[in-house]
């Protein structure tokens, strides 16, 4: 295991030190809210930024009220503690960083306190652009949570149990990844990301009431398809559209933008990640990297390399 280290309550412990209660609500029920949040290393600079730090931040306080959790941190409080946690393991390479906010007493479900809070980043490569992923996708039998029953837009740990379901039964199946239906039975999103599908030149996704996470990702790429021209619309997607696409991809801060190359094993395309997939991908990663300096305000310092820029 790597034994990295993570802020938790206030402190900076080495990950096999990091303890919470069995009988806390986070380990028994779920009850946490969390942010899955990417830093990206520019080596031209000597310098660590975080994408979208704000946003991710602001989500995060948005869970909390949706699950009536008290945050007993400001968005500056959090900052600060996500710097010290970068910087404890002066990471100079991309990074991926867990920050959760979680029900750390022994009570129930209902009752939550005391709320504490961890930071776990970890090193992780951002995608290989030589060796781009394709991804074979089912629509899933699994139908995604809704906004009365477990709401998708609070980023809320039991959430990811749907997820779970229907991304086994996609591998159990032969694929590679699922694609939920909403209860209205149009399409959702991924199993932890979101989806655009290019039909006749126009980007088009799902509209955030249709049973998905408000992803930053998603938000990002309509901002830079708009920037450069294209028709960017959200809408809701009927399943037999997906089987007539031109270009499918999945979004998010841990997928990137990931082609899906077949659903139900209907080709999409031609079969291979199509051309504004992949110049998403390589826009999204120049942008959040910062070797693109357009949208400035989307990347944060938080890490430099001592010897300064190489
Ligand atoms: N949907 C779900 C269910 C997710 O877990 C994620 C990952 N956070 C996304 C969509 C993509 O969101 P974002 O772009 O903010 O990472």
């Known amino acids: 295991m790597a034994d990295n280290f993570i802020w938790l309550r206030g402190e900076i412990v080495r990950q096999s030190q990091a303890f919470v209660n069995v009988l806390s609500p986070a380990a028994q029920f779920g009850l946490n809210v969390f942010e899955g949040i990417r830093c990206y290393w520019n080596a031209e600079e000597g310098v660590l930024y975080a994408f979208r730090l704000q946003d991710h931040l602001h989500r ?12 007993p941190y400001s968005v500056a409080e959090i900052e600060r503690s996500f710097r010290h946690a970068i ?30 809070m961890f930071i776990a980043p970890m090193p992780r490569a951002r995608t290989d652009l030589r060796k781009i992923p394709k991804f074979a996708a089912c629509v899933s039998s699994w139908e995604r949570i809704n906004d009365n029953v477990l709401p998708p837009r609070a980023k809320v740990g039991a ?34 990301a979101c989806l655009f599908m290019v039909r006749s030149g126009e980007l088009i996704t799902p509209p955030t009431t249709s049973s998905v996470l408000d992803s930053i990702t998603r938000d990002t790429v309509i901002r830079m398809a708009r920037d450069i021209g294209i028709e960017v619309r959200e809408r809701t997607i009927d399943r037999t559209e997906l ?5 499918i991809f999945l979004c998010g801060s841990a997928a990137e933008i990931s082609p899906i190359v077949s659903v139900d094993r209907f080709e999409v395309g031609r079969g291979e990640p199509g051309p504004l997939t992949v110049d998403m991908l390589h826009r999204y990663l120049a942008v959040a990297s910062g070797v693109d300096g357009r949208y400035p305000d989307w990347r944060t310092a938080v890490n430099r390399s001592k010897a300064g820029s190489r």
Do not use: M
């Not at 997820?163 to 199993?191: N, S």
């Not at 089987?243 to 270009?247: G, R, T």
């Open 60 to 71: 995060l306080l948005q869970s909390s009220r949706i699950v009536s959790f008290e945050s």
């Open 159 to 192: 959430n990811y149990i749907n997820g779970r379901f229907a991304h086994l039964q996609a591998r159990r199946d032969g694929y590679d990844l699922p694609i939920f239906l909403g209860a209205d039975r149009k399409v959702a999103e991924g199993a932890g």
């Open 243 to 247: 089987y007539l696409a031109d270009e």
């Open 87 to 116: 910087e404890a393991n002066d990471f100079l390479c991309d990074t991926a960083v867990r920050l959760t906010l979680f029900g750390d007493g022994e009570g129930s479900w209902s009752s939550c306190e005391p709320i504490s």
